[in-house]
């Protein structure tokens, strides 16, 4: 049974100092467009987007992002998470700023932002979008929730944001790692406001096992010709593979720095054929995965618990069930 109600949103956590990182480096980000009137004017053929990438974190968004970009119908964002619609991350740069992300001459303009569901931590994002956006197509990527959690917990170690103990921490139901990986529960604002053909479910597991079956799919979802394929579906971005190996942790240094903190802002504006070079480089698209944190098992049993009524909930309003998953019945 599942030691939390899953329909209900958790109460204020305490501070959560590896989400409380990578929160601050989302909003450093855009430290020079908020000191320049330039950048945070309207421009020309500023549009807003129709299609949005709500989540979840470390469930393919960086992958499908750039596969929804390949098709000559379709702008997707540089970079790739504005992370607008959070009120305490970049919502103070305006409409007019956020806008000038995306080009009205392309049918389909789309963002995406993992933040978007990261309830309780920040709360509101649906209604912005509601208000702003009343007509856009909501796609949202979800994983095997303890998979998830795992390659969540290999980013924030990897990257520095996370020095905790993983026992320690998982033992609690209330985290940021758990929370995250609720998805029936941070869709709830959405559904509140969304007609649920709005509304489409794709798990990184069928993106990984049929890419262009998947991809099918999401172009129909998105309104373009569902037949566009190319053979750049073979790349897979940002491969947690590469979270705890030296040349990754090493980037993750580097760009702390004052001098390096630039290139981590402007990276992705750079054009593509620039970051896969990058990406080989650091990430190692063809490195076999590595092996993931292992729970004890009485502790994966405690955690696989926490999502029972949640997966059933999911798997209902997607139509199907995600075979390639833990059984959480």
């Not at 944001?161 to 609690?172: A, I, K, N, P, R």
């Amino acid at each position: 049974m599942p030691d939390t109600d899953t329909h209900t949103l958790p109460a204020t956590l305490p501070p959560d100092p590896a989400d409380e990182a990578m929160c601050a480096r989302a909003r450093e980000r855009y430290t020079a467009d908020r000191k320049s009137r330039w950048r945070r004017r309207r421009k020309r053929h500023a549009e807003l987007p129709n299609l949005i990438i709500v989540g979840g974190l470390k469930c393919g968004t960086t992958s499908i992002h750039h596969y929804l970009g390949l098709h000559p119908d379709i702008q997707m964002s540089k970079p790739k998470e504005l992370n607008f619609f959070v009120e305490e991350l970049n919502w103070d740069l305006g409409l007019d700023w956020y806008a000038s992300r995306f080009d009205s001459r392309f049918k389909v303009r789309g963002e995406s932002s993992p933040h978007y569901t990261n309830l309780p931590r920040f709360e509101g994002a649906a209604e912005r979008i509601r208000q702003n956006c009343p007509d856009a197509r909501l796609l949202y990527m979800v994983r095997d929730p303890i998979k998830r959690i795992l390659s969540h917990w290999v980013h924030a170690t990897g990257a520095g944001y996370e020095t905790g103990d993983l026992v320690e921490v998982l033992s609690s139901p209330d985290n940021s790692y758990t929370n995250r990986s609720k998805y029936w529960m941070q869709l709830q604002p959405y559904l509140e406001r969304f007609d649920p053909e709005q509304i489409e479910i794709v798990a990184q597991e069928e993106l990984h096992a049929d890419r262009e079956g998947t991809m099918r799919k999401a172009f129909a979802f998105a309104g373009v010709d569902e037949n566009f394929t190319s053979e750049q579906f073979d790349r897979e971005w940002e491969k947690s593979s590469a979270k705890e190996g030296d040349k990754y942790q090493l980037m993750e240094k580097l760009i702390k720095l004052p001098g390096f903190r630039s290139f981590d802002r402007n990276f992705d504006r750079l054009p593509e054929s620039m970051r896969w070079i990058v990406e080989k480089i650091v990430h190692d698209p063809d490195k076999p995965s590595s092996p993931k944190p292992k729970l004890p098992d009485d502790l994966f049993e405690v955690v696989r618990g926490r999502f029972t009524e949640d997966v059933a909930e999911l798997q209902k309003f997607a139509g199907r069930e995600f075979p390639a998953w833990h059984d959480y019945s």
